[in-house]
C-alpha cells in the first residue's frame, strides 16, 4: 500500500514505519497518524513494529492547520484531531499484539513525543530529545502523555517535564528511566532495527500477552493481575511456539520460534 505522510517497508519479520515529511521536521498532520494506523492495522505477518523518522526529526508535534477538519473553532478542531485520529492510533499501538521499538533522531515534541514512548522500547540517538512544550502556547500535553508520563518517570518529573516546557535530552532520558537505550546518531538505525529484528524473532504470542499485560498492569489491583497472567498463560501455553521452546530446553539447543 501507498501512503502519502509515511514509508512502510518490510524488514524481515519487521515492519519498518517512517514518518515522511523531513521539510516539515515530520510535523504529523492527522492524516499522518491514520496513515500509521492503517499500516498497524495490515501487519501482513509482521512480528514486530519498528517506528522512525525521516531526516533529522523523529516528530516535532502535531500539525492540525488547514481546516481540513470541517470547524473554524480551533479548539473543536484540535479536539476532533485528537479524538478522531491521533488517539486511536496511540490506543492502536498499546492493543497491538506485537512488540514496537522507536528510534528517535532530534525532537520528539508533542504529540511526537507521546507517540515515541508508547512503545515497549525507545532508542534514541544521543542528539535527540523529548519535548512537551505546551505550556509555552497556553495548551496541555496530550496523545497519553498525562497518562504516560508519571508512570513511566514519577509525577514530580513528569510535572517537570509538563508544566516547565523544557528540553529533556535523550541522556536524561535515560537515566530518568524514560527510554531503553541512548546511541551514537550514526548507530540508531542499525541499533534500533536489531532489536525489533531481535523482538520479531522470539514467541510472539507470548510477547504480546506480555505488553499488553504491563499496559493494564498499574490500574489493576493485585488479584485483578495476578488473575490476568494466569489467563493469559493459559493462551501462551497452548501456543506452538510454547511447544517449540519447551522442546528447545529438554534439547538444550537455542528455540526457533515461529510466532504462533
Known sequence: MTYRHILAEARGDVLVLTLNRPERLNAAPPAMFDELRAALDN???ARAVLIAGAGRAFCSGADVG????????PGETTYAALTQHYNPTITAIAE???????????????????????????????????????VNIGLVPD????WM?????GRARAAEMMMLGERVPAAKALEWGMIHKVVADEALDTEALALATRLAAGPTVALGLMRQALGRALDSDYPTALLAEAEAQRTARASADSLEGGMAFLQKRKPAFTGR
Request: charged share 10%; net charge negative; with cysteine.
Open 149 to 153: 508520563l508519571p508512570r513511566l518517570i
Open 43 to 45: 501487519l501482513d505477518g
Open 66 to 73: 488547514g481546516g481540513a477538519l470541517g470547524s473554524d473553532d
Open 143 to 146: 496523545g497519553g502523555a498525562s
Open 96 to 134: 497491538l499484539g506485537v512488540p514496537v521499538v522507536s528510534a528517535v533522531r532530534g525532537p520528539a515534541a508533542g504529540i511526537g513525543c507521546s507517540l515515541s514512548l508508547a512503545v515497549d522500547f525507545c532508542v534514541a540517538s544521543a542528539e535527540a530529545y523529548f519535548l512537551q512544550a505546551f
